[in-house]
């Protein structure tokens, strides 16, 4: 038996940190990218790599996917549409050494609740264009399935954070802001906990399955802020009215939702215990790692 390998389209942040955990326990590990120089540096750290991009399919799918036994997308859908959909849906769907396929959405596709709990199963009333579009590249996936019996799994991250990407770095940095929205909470979660979920879903596979992946405390983010401060031991900077906030407009539309997410089915289904249940956990755990 061949040892178990991944394709990644997409090795962003969080698929990187979880191809390089299966990496490290001896899986091999293929991805995209975009540029011939990340081809280089990908092949350089022992990983397989392809260019795509939208209008740039894979050269040779057939050959690209060959032996692929776990399926990770990691790419936004576009203006157009999901673009590994649009050009590479038959190619998974004739893909018959596939054992597991995972799609990294978000839990925008909720929209707005006014703080009102979510699940799995409640409605989709995205606000804004890119969540519209996630809930369309959901569908996309799940057709794949329906359809052609590709083994997809859902997974709606919650926001992302961890070493290189926390309140601690924004503070280090001098990015950091606290900006007071009342009655506005985040949630969050951080990525070695989606690694972990990944993982458990892998060893317990729900063809069709969707899972939000968040940790047990929605939070303002002022509060996030001001705990990275503490940790730091460094003033925090001055709590400023969500109407005063100078933010892009990128940044402002976050503000635009506010939700609280439902982990239960992770915990049931896949029994997944955080790691990090919260952001003081998360936070705590990446300074004593001097990191």
Known sequence: MTDPRLFVFGPGYTAR????RLRAEGWRIAATCRSEEKKAALESQGIEAFLFDRGRPLADAKAALADTTHLLVSIPPDG???????QHARDLADLRTL????YLSTTGVYGDTGGEWVSEASWLK???ERQKRRVEAERGWLNLYRQYGVPMHLFRLAGIYGPGRSAIDSVRDGIAKRVDKPGQVFCRIHVDDIANT????MARPTLGAIYNVADDLPSPSHEVVEYACRLLGVEPPPLVPF????????AA??????????NDRIKRQLGVTLTYPDYRAGL????AAGL
């Open 99 to 102: 054992d597991w396929a995972g």
């Open 284 to 287: 705590e755990a990446q300074l």
């Open 253 to 262: 539309s976050f503000y635009a939702d506010c939700r609280r997410v439902k």
């Open 198 to 201: 990944l993982r458990a879903s």
């Open 80 to 86: 157009k549409g999901d673009p590994v959909l649009d």
């Open 17 to 20: 940190v979880f191809a390089d």
């Open 243 to 250: 109407d005063q906030a100078e933010m892009s407009p990128m």
């Open 126 to 128: 995205p606000t804004g």
